[in-house]
C-alpha cells in the first residue's frame, strides 16, 4: 500500500518528501513530545509525507481517500493523546512549512502551517511585536488552532483569538482562505477553536502586538516544610496580581533533580509604567527571599525561551516519557482559602519518587481570556486555571498518575470550577461539549463539520464524537 501511495502522489508531481517506515526521516515524522498511556504502543502510520505548499498537502488528501487512509497531520508532535498517530493511515508532517513573514505596518504574521512557536517568536520579536503563544518552542500551529494562552494572553487574548485569517486544504481537496472579511464565516469561526477537525491549515495570518516594553521573568523558591512562601505566593496571585489585567502571573509546584521541591513563578508586566514602578508593585515577591530572581527589564524572546533551563522536561521530545493531564479553570469566588489550601495538600502529596518531572500551576487567566468568538472551552468568567500534569517513565505507575490527576480534579469540582474544558491538554474522556465551550457552540460546530467533511476524512483531533 505505500509504494501504491508514494507512486501515485510521485506522478502527481508531489514536491514534498515521501517517507517510509524504514526511513530515518520516517522516524522523526512520528516523534511524540511523550507518550500517552492510553496509547502504548502507539500506532504507526503505513506512510509520512512532508508537504512544501498548500497544493501538496491537497494531493495527500486525495491520496488518503482514493486509497481507503484515515489521514493524520502532525507539526510539532505536542498532542497530548498522540492522535497523529493512527494504524492503516497516511501522515502529513507539515515540518517543512516554517515560514514566518511580518508586516510591521499591519502589525500582522502570515504563518506557514508547519511553524513552530519558537519560529514565531523569534521572527516577530525582531520587530518589538509578537502574539499571545506558549512557552514550549516546539508546539506547533495546533496550540493556536484549538486556544492557545500564553504570558501575554492576559492583556491581548488567546492564540486563537488572535486568527485573522486561515488557509485551509479541505476534505475534498480544495483550498480555501477565510477571514473575517472573506469566505465562509461560519467555518472563519470554527477554525478559531477546532481548525485540526476541518482541513489541514496551512496558513494563518496573526494579529501582532508590540512587546518592545516587556518586563518580567522568573523567580524561584525554595519549598519550605510547612509550605508558607507556597501559600503566600497563591494568596498575592490571586489578590494583588490578578485584579490588574497588566500582570499575567503563574506559579509552579515541581521537583528539580539536585534541588527538591520548589516553586518556579512566571511573570510578565505590560503596559506603559516605568521599570522602576513595575519592579515596586511585585516587591512582596522579592520579600519573600527567592533563591533566584531573574525579574527586570527583558526581551519578551528571552522570556519565552527562559524556562526551558528550569523546567523539569525541558522542550525537548522524549518518546519514552509517559505524561497526562488534568486542566480546568474556577471563578474568582470560587478561587477561596480553601481551594488553595487543597492545592498545596496535593503539592505536598504528590509522590515525585514514582512522577519525577510532574508539574503542578495555577494560573491567573481572566481579563482578556474570555474575548473571544469560537468554540473554545474558556468562558468570560474563566479567572484562574489549575494544572495537573504528572510525567514519568515506570509503566508501574500509570495509576500514580491517574490518581494526582483525580486528586486535582477532585478538588476542582468540589470548589465548583469547569474540568476538562481545554481542549490541547484535555484528556480521552473528557466531554466534547465542555472542549467547545457549550451546547451552543458545539451545535453550530457540527453543522459546519458536516458541511465542509461530510465523510469525516479528519478524525486525528481532539475533538472526539464531533
Same mark, same amino acid.
Given at each position: 500500500? /505505500?509504494?501504491? &501511495?508514494? @507512486? $501515485?502522489?510521485?506522478?502527481? %508531481?508531489? !514536491? ?6 524504514? +526511513? ?33 498537502? /491537497?494531493?495527500? &488528501?486525495? @491520496? $488518503?481517500?482514493?486509497?481507503? %487512509?484515515? !489521514? ?6 505536542? +498532542? ?173 509546584y515541581t521537583c528539580k533533580p539536585g534541588v527538591g521541591r520548589l516553586m518556579m513563578v512566571m511573570m510578565g508586566f505590560f503596559g506603559d509604567k516605568s521599570p522602576e514602578e513595575k519592579a515596586r508593585a511585585v516587591q512582596h515577591l522579592r520579600d519573600l527571599e527567592p533563591m533566584q530572581d531573574f525579574l527586570g527589564k527583558m526581551s519578551y524572546l528571552d522570556y519565552q525561551n527562559a524556562h526551558t533551563q528550569f523546567s523539569p522536561t525541558g522542550d525537548d521530545p522524549k518518546p519514552h516519557e509517559f505524561c497526562r493531564s488534568f486542566y480546568g479553570t474556577l471563578t474568582l469566588s470560587q478561587a477561596t482559602d480553601e481551594f488553595l489550601k487543597g492545592f498545596i495538600r496535593i503539592c505536598d ?118
Amino acid at each position: 500500500m /505505500a509504494d501504491t &501511495v508514494a @507512486a $501515485a502522489l510521485k506522478e502527481k %508531481l508531489f !514536491l514534498g518528501e515521501t517517507l517510509f517506515p524504514n +526511513s530515518e526521516g520516517y522516524k522523526r515524522s512520528i516523534t511524540s513530545w511523550q507518550q500517552s498511556p492510553h496509547r502504548c504502543p502507539a500506532p504507526r502510520p503505513i506512510l509520512a509525507v512532508r508537504p512544501r505548499s498548500s497544493r501538496d498537502c /491537497a494531493l495527500a &488528501v486525495k @491520496a $488518503a481517500r482514493d486509497n481507503g %487512509l484515515t !489521514l493524520t497531520v502532525r507539526c510539532g508532535g505536542h +498532542s497530548m493523546e498522540q492522535t497523529f498517530l493512527q494504524d492503516n493511515s497516511l501522515l502529513v508532517d507539515l515540518t517543512l512549512m516554517r515560514g514566518v513573514f511580518v508586516n510591521t505596518d499591519a502589525r500582522t504574521a502570515s504563518v506557514e502551517g508547519g511553524a513552530m512557536l519558537g519560529d514565531i517568536d523569534a521572527e516577530t520579536t525582531l520587530y518589538g511585536l509578537a502574539t499571545p503563544l506558549g512557552l514550549a518552542r516546539t508546539t506547533g500551529m495546533g496550540l493556536v488552532l484549538h486556544g492557545g494562552f500564553g504570558i501575554a494572553s492576559r492583556m491581548y487574548g488567546l492564540s486563537c483569538a488572535n486568527i485573522l485569517a486561515a488557509t485551509l486544504v479541505l476534505a475534498d481537496g480544495s483550498v480555501e482562505t477565510v477571514s473575517a472579511k472573506k469566505g465562509d464565516q461560519d467555518l472563519f469561526w470554527a477554525v478559531r477553536g477546532a481548525g485540526a477537525a476541518l482541513g489541514i491549515v496551512t496558513k494563518l495570518v496573526l494579529q501582532l502586538h508590540d512587546v518592545s516594553d516587556f518586563w518580567g521573568g522568573i523567580v524561584l523558591f525554595k519549598d519550605d516544610e510547612q509550605h508558607d512562601t507556597l501559600r503566600k505566593l497563591l494568596h498575592w496571585q490571586r489578590d494583588h496580581a490578578f485584579p490588574n489585567k497588566q500582570i499575567a502571573m503563574s506559579v509552579y509546584y515541581t521537583c528539580k533533580p539536585g534541588v527538591g521541591r520548589l516553586m518556579m513563578v512566571m511573570m510578565g508586566f505590560f503596559g506603559d509604567k516605568s521599570p522602576e514602578e513595575k519592579a515596586r508593585a511585585v516587591q512582596h515577591l522579592r520579600d519573600l527571599e527567592p533563591m533566584q530572581d531573574f525579574l527586570g527589564k527583558m526581551s519578551y524572546l528571552d522570556y519565552q525561551n527562559a524556562h526551558t533551563q528550569f523546567s523539569p522536561t525541558g522542550d525537548d521530545p522524549k518518546p519514552h516519557e509517559f505524561c497526562r493531564s488534568f486542566y480546568g479553570t474556577l471563578t474568582l469566588s470560587q478561587a477561596t482559602d480553601e481551594f488553595l489550601k487543597g492545592f498545596i495538600r496535593i503539592c505536598d502529596t504528590c509522590p515525585y519518587n514514582k512522577l519525577p518531572a510532574t508539574l503542578l500551576m495555577v494560573d491567573a487567566c481572566g481579563a482578556a481570556y474570555g474575548q473571544h468568538n469560537g468554540p473554545v472551552g474558556y468562558t468570560a468568567d474563566s479567572d484562574f486555571a489549575v494544572l495537573a500534569q504528572p510525567a514519568w517513565t515506570d509503566v508501574h505507575y500509570h495509576e500514580a498518575a491517574a490518581a494526582l490527576c483525580e486528586q486535582m480534579k477532585g478538588l476542582l469540582r468540589d470548589a465548583g470550577g469547569l474540568g476538562d474544558m481545554y481542549a490541547n491538554v484535555a484528556g480521552p474522556d473528557a466531554r466534547l461539549v465542555s472542549r467547545v465551550g457549550g451546547e451552543d457552540n458545539l451545535k453550530r460546530l457540527r453543522e459546519v463539520k458536516q458541511r465542509v467533511d461530510p465523510h469525516n476524512v479528519f478524525t486525528a483531533h481532539p475533538f472526539k464524537g464531533l
